[in-house]
Every structure is written in C-alpha cells, then in structure tokens.
C-alpha cells in the first residue's frame, strides 16, 4: 500500500459520503411528494490488501445501491384494507341517497300522505255528499301518487347513475393497467442492465394501490420488478397480455348492452347472452380479434360496493313497484266493488314492472271530483266505498298482492281475506326504508373499522418508507463530517506526498 492507495482511500470515502448526501437532500426535497420512498445508500468495504508482514489494509468504500426503503408485505396489506374500505364507502354513499329519495321519517313522506289520504277517505265517509270532501280525497291521493311516481323516477335514476359511475370506474381501471404494463417494460429495461429505477417502482406502487381502491385485484411481482395483475382466477395483466373490464348497461329480453372496455360513446355494442344490468365482464381480444366476454365476480373495491349498492337499489324499486301495486289493486277493487283490479281509482297502465312510475288518479276524477263515488249503490248517503277503503288501511295484504287474495274479495262485506304474513300499507313501506336504512348502517360501521384499520397500516408503512426530515438532517450533518473528514485525510496524504517527492532526496 502506497501514499497513492492511501490517497484512494480517502478519495472513495468523499465519493460515498457525497452520494449519500445527495440522497438525503433527495430525500428531503420529495418529503411531501405523494408515492415517494425514502431512499438509503448501501456501502460496502473495498476488498482488502494484504501486506506480508502487515496483514489486510482496507482500500476504501464503495457505494454498492440506493435502494427504496419499503415493506412489500405492509404494502400489500393497505391495498387490501384499501380496497374493503373503498367498498363499504361507496356502498354507504349510494343507500344514503337512496334513504335521501325515500324521505322517511319525514312530515311530508308517503307514511304521512297515507295518513292524510285515510283521514280524507274518513272524512267524505261522514259526508258522502260534501264536494270538498270529494276534492280532498282526489288531491290527496293525486299527491300521494305524484310522489310515488317522483321516488320511482330518483330511484331509477340513482340506478342509472350507478351504472354510469360503474362504466367510469372500469375505464379507470383499464387505463391504469395500461399504464402499469408500460411502466412494467420501462423497469425491465432499466433493471436488466443493471440499474435500480426507484422512481419507476414508486410509480408502480402508487398505480397498484389506485388499482385497488377500484378492484380487489392480486398481484405479484418477478425478479425485474414487473407486475402480473389476476382477478380472483382470472388474467388481467401478465407479460404482453392485458385483458379488460367492461361494463352491462342494459339489458332488453336477453339482449345486453355494453359499454367495453367502460367506453360508453364509442364502446356501445350488444350481445346476445342475458347478462343483467350492471355486470362486470372481463374483456379478452384474441389474435383474431375475436372479443370474448366472461362474468366476473368482485366483492371490495368501488366497484363491488358500486354492484352490491346496484343490487339493493333494485330491490328497493321493486319493493316500491310492488307496494304500489297492492295500493292501486285493492283500492281500485273496493271503489268499483269486484270489478276491476288496475283501474277505477288508480290507474297503473299496462306493464307490472312499472307501476309505481305509472300510478296516477283517474283522469275523469281528477278532472271533476264530484264524479267520485262515496258508496256502491250509488245512493245518497251511501258511505260504503269511503268506509271499505279507510278499512283497508288496517287490513295486510301481501306486497306485490296475490290473485288469490285479490279474489278473496267479498262483495257484501266490501273486504279482503288477510294474509297471515302480510303488512299493512304502513308497514309494508317502513320495512323499504328500514331495509335500507340497517344496509346503510352496516356499511357506516364497516366503512369507520375499515378506515381505522387503514389508517393504521398507512402509519405503518410511512414509519418504513417515509421521510423524516429531522433524521435526514442528522445524516445531512453525519454525511457533512464524512466528507470534511476525508478530505482532511486526502490533504495530510498530499502533504506526506509532497514531502516523499520535493523534500526529499539530494
């Protein structure tokens, strides 16, 4: 070992102590840039020179990474509480504007109308001549059925909006595993020649999780750092194959609509398989082009809480339709005695699926009230009608009601047989909103532990791969010393040098 290999010596202790300062400055320069990893410098002992005699003299350090400081299990496990989170939350937000659209309790919902409506009934059957009593009980129940009319409008359009939300998210989604099949080839470049690409593999990181606070995917990583996607059993991305979500907006007697790839203007096509509305299908693109569509399941992220929000709100629609169908039916029944069960009192047109939305009053008695019938005969001061039908808001019926029931109707005593498991007009609603309402709240709760669960794993992974300004300036300062050191040891050495070569000798 010479003066010159001591020179060395020093001179790789400036190199390494400068490297790591500039990771550190890095480091605090990206502090608050979202998806950053802190990153540290490895180094490592030159290998030693033996001196006979002596034994091994170091020969320096060298500077063998700067790797990201990450926990990949701790990653792993915020994408996954990430995901549940993202679907309790969407879910919770969907069946709260749907508990907005049911509007009960409330002074003016459809428990109070039905109240109003029987206390007009009630009122014309003590005076079954009085004009205004006549006009109440058509105002009143023209109101009740404009509203049921508007509440089965909002929920079929909180559905569509559903749909539309869920196309978006399938667009998202597709565009960032394009993006991650991009950035996959750009670290495999980088790392197959040697180099570590740590600003790429926050990126992908960052990519991952967004992934997941749309869809549960799975994930795994080779030894180039590129990633292969699955959902549940199926390919989403693996090496050159990338597959797609699309999205079933519609479906029409066994025709479904849909938005592929979640393109709803220009990715609109129809096949014929009977997926329902609102299905997610993963999307594959032979080498022939040939599209083939296959259902997928998925159960967290926004788009499983966009579905199973889907699902409950058409059963809540439903459930309207046919709440509204027992009303129409067994009123109609008792105004024109057993004649007719979708006319008379209420019209409800010809499609059962729609009632709720088609439910209106009579056309001639909204337009006169005087031509509404108090009683059966049709005498005066006949109340039968009036008190059969306040009657009515005691007795249960089932919801949509029965033929059989519907055929139980006795004309002398103008009454129905009951259904042991039925509800009454009431109730039958206060169990739509309460449904709802006990979904809602599950999905409340669930989203608060989910998102403390979250949080936590978010604390967990910062505490790792976080930067900490204040320990970064005490290797700011560490490194400072490091360098100042050894270039006091390089100027020692130029001095020795200086000395062994100009003062030496004759």
Do not use: C, H
Request: net charge negative.
């Amino acid at each position: 070992m010479s003066l010159f290999g001591a020179l060395n010596v020093g001179n790789s202790g400036m190199s390494a102590n400068q490297v790591a300062m500039e990771t550190s400055g890095n480091n605090i320069a990206n502090a608050n840039t979202p998806g950053y990893s802190r990153q540290q410098v490895s180094m490592t002992e030159q290998p030693a020179f033996y001196e006979p005699g002596i034994g091994s003299v170091g020969t320096g350090v060298d500077v063998t990474g700067i790797n990201r400081v990450v926990d990949d299990f701790v990653r792993t496990q915020v994408r996954d509480a990430n995901s549940k989170y993202q679907y309790y939350q969407e879910k919770s937000d969907k069946l709260g504007q749907l508990q907005d659209i049911l509007n009960e309790p409330s002074d003016n919902g459809i428990v109070k109308q039905l109240s109003t409506l029987t206390t007009a009934w009630n009122t014309l059957a003590d005076d079954p001549e009085l004009g205004t009593a006549k006009s109440s009980v058509v105002e009143d129940a023209s109101s009740f059925a404009d509203t049921v009319k508007e509440m089965a409008g909002n929920i079929s359009d909180l559905g569509d909006n559903i749909t539309s939300t869920l196309a978006k998210n399938a667009l998202d989604f597709n565009s960032d595993v394009k993006q991650l099949q991009t950035l996959n080839q750009q670290i495999y470049n980088l790392t197959s020649i040697g180099q570590t690409p740590n600003d790429l593999l926050d990126q992908r990181d960052a990519t991952l999780k967004n992934l997941s606070s749309i869809v549960d995917v799975t994930s795994s990583v080779d030894n180039y750092g590129r990633v292969s996607l699955n959902l549940g059993n199926q390919t989403i991305l693996n090496g050159d194959t990338r597959n797609t979500l699309s999205v079933v907006t519609a479906n029409v007697n066994g025709t479904a609509t849909i938005a592929k790839d979640g393109d709803t203007v220009d990715g609109q096509q129809q096949i014929s398989s009977n997926y329902p509305a609102n299905t997610i299908l993963l999307t594959q693109t032979g080498d022939d082009d040939q599209v083939n569509y296959s259902q997928v399941t998925i159960d967290s992220g926004t788009v499983g809480g966009l579905e199973t929000a889907a699902g409950e709100v058409t059963q809540r629609l439903q459930e309207l339709n046919n709440f509204a169908t027992t009303i129409a039916k067994t009123i109609n029944m008792v105004y024109t005695n057993g004649q007719s069960s979708t006319s008379g009192f209420f019209e409800i047109g010809n499609d059962a699926s729609s009632y709720a939305s088609k439910i209106a009053v009579n056309a001639a008695l909204a337009a006169d009230p005087d031509k509404l019938t108090a009683g059966a005969s049709g005498a005066s001061g006949d109340n039968s009608v009036a008190t059969a039908i306040v009657n009515l808001s005691t007795q249960k019926f089932d919801y949509p009601v029965t033929d059989s029931q519907l055929n139980s109707y006795n004309k002398t005593t103008m009454a129905f047989e009951s259904s042991a498991s039925g509800k009454t007009y009431s109730d039958a609603f206060n169990n739509i909103v309460t449904k709802n309402a006990i979904s809602k709240q599950q999905a409340d709760n669930l989203a608060t532990a989910q998102n403390s669960v979250l949080s936590q794993l978010n604390n967990q992974d910062q505490t790792v791969s976080g930067v900490s300004v204040n320990e970064e300036i005490t290797n700011v300062i560490a490194y400072q010393r490091g360098f100042e050191a050894n270039a006091r040891v390089i100027s020692v050495i130029s001095d020795m040098l200086d000395t062994l070569i100009n003062k030496t000798g004759a």
